[in-house]
């Protein structure tokens, strides 16, 4: 292991978390519930390892699991541990998603590191090229792992674990963008629930007519993932999964970059700015329509019983008659090299007991992400819960179509890279098609050069 190339590692993923915690993504501050950090997180795989009683293989499990999350995971270890004798899964908080990111790097390092643990896409091409991690493939088909568990994870799902033609993870918390629509403003205007961007835009132009001050249009404050959407509703690329084509800067692509910053000049639009998360000013019954993460229902619903908003959830609308898209975000899991071939078969029990259909169903109630098998969202538990919470029902409808931006060394250069080039457009009032054409030209470079 280079342990110079882990040190630098360690800086870029620390600039891309801090990078990304500003954006709204899936996994920052917004989506975690609480500031909780478990005192655990100080105790080291080796003095865990020590702990060993018996023939009772211990398996060390990171995460950045936080307030109800914490307490629904710990609740599931719990039930692994009681349902076989085998092994015992000792679950440690790490604090946050930046925390743990670095905590994984910095034991990479000092040869410390857990047996699994959580990992988003952005981690998994850098650790794997490092060796710190495993493929999963010979697990997942041994004695620990049902063939008809793996068979049930959602195809895009398990596409979006897949690195090198090689599963590198397993799907766990996902989520996907939704619409929360504010039903008392369409019923003011006789509205019919937006399906497409056009349509949303035709409320917001009919609002201004009014002097409604309101907008139209919710965005987070980064819209990396509404205008990765858009634009591939559009017909682009993007990234293609085999990444021989980027086309960022051409006209499928800036095309939808154009109409959020028309959007948001023209006043029926606006993003989250000073207000942190749209989940707020949606709230207060100041949006429309919001677009954002599945998993920010926990923070939506509080806030809009407290205004007495009427809202509901729908899938996203499509761009320019294109087909009905969302990208999935949120965290996989992971087994590490280091671990023994004993801990990494108890690794392999742990993640098929937590992919069990009543499993995946109990995490998806408690956190408020999506069940990652069909079997999951089948299960009776999740089915009542759908009827008794309709709000997420547009979350599991489009489990269907969701699909995942392809994993490749260098996504953190590639994210930061975006980020300046949405930052540069949105503040600074850079030419949209200029400043994409030239993030194109990067992220080819960054492409080449690390793949």
């Known amino acids: 292991m280079n342990k110079k190339l882990l040190m630098g590692l360690m800086l870029t993923m620390m600039i891309f978390v801090l990078a990304a915690c500003g954006g709204g993504e899936e996994g920052t501050t917004e989506e975690a519930s609480g500031d909780e950090t478990s005192t655990e997180s100080s105790k080291t795989s080796e003095e865990s390892a020590e702990e060993t ?6 398996i060390t499990f990171w995460h950045a699991m936080n307030g109800p999350h914490q307490e629904a995971i710990t609740e ?39 047996t699994i643990s959580q990992a988003t896409a952005s981690n998994i091409p850098d650790w794997s090229s ?35 033609d090689q599963t590198m993870a397993l799907p766990f918390s996902k989520s996907v963008r939704i619409m929360y629509v504010n039903e008392d403003i369409l019923e003011e205007y006789d509205a019919e629930l937006p399906t497409t961007f056009e349509d949303v835009q035709a409320l917001g132009e009919e609002m201004q ?25 559009n017909g682009a690329d993007w990234i293609s999964d085999d990444l021989s084509t980027v086309d960022i800067g051409e006209e499928n692509a800036t095309e939808p970059m154009q109409y959020i910053v028309d959007g948001i000049d023209a006043g029926w639009a606006r993003t989250a700015g000073e207000d942190g998360y749209m989940s707020g000013p949606f709230s207060r019954g100041d949006i429309a329509v919001y677009l954002g993460s599945s998993a920010g229902l926990s923070h939506v619903e509080p806030g809009a019983e407290e205004s007495g908003i009427n809202w509901s959830t729908a899938e996203l609308p499509v761009y320019n008659e294109g087909e009905p898209l ?10 590490f090299a280091s671990a023994s071939e004993e801990e990494q078969q108890g690794a ?104």
């Open 53 to 58: 009683s018996g023939d009772t293989t211990q």
């Open 76 to 114: 599931l270890t719990n039930k692994f541990n009681e349902s076989q004798d085998e092994y015992e899964v000792v679950e440690q908080n790490q604090g946050d998603y930046e925390t743990l990111n670095q905590s994984i790097m910095a034991s990479g390092v000092s040869d410390d590191l857990p």
């Open 130 to 164: 490092n060796d710190l991690i495993i493929p999963l493939d010979d697990l997942l088909s041994g004695e620990n792992f049902d063939q008809e568990t793996y068979d049930s994870i959602i195809p895009g799902f398990l596409e979006g674990v897949s690195y090198e």
């Open 209 to 233: 007519e009014a002097g409604d001050e309101r907008f139209a249009l919710g965005l987070e404050a980064g819209v990396e993932m509404e205008l990765e959407t858009m634009a591939r509703q």
């Open 326 to 335: 969302t990208l999935l975000a949120g965290n996989d899991l992971t087994v």
């Open 348 to 451: 392999a029990a742990f993640m098929n007991f937590l992919l069990q259909p009543e499993n995946t169903a109990e995490w998806a109630i408690a956190s408020g992400y999506v069940p990652v098998t069909e079997a999951g969202i089948e299960h009776e538990s999740y089915q009542t819960y759908l009827e008794e919470n309709p709000n997420a029902e547009a979350a599991a409808a489009e489990t269907e179509y969701a699909i995942a931006s392809p994993m490749f060394a260098g996504s953190g250069e590639y994210r930061n890279a975006m980020l300046e080039a949405q930052d540069a457009i949105l503040i600074d009032g850079a030419d949209v098609t200029e400043t994409m054409q030239g993030l194109q030209e990067e992220v080819t470079t960054i492409i080449e050069e690390n793949n």
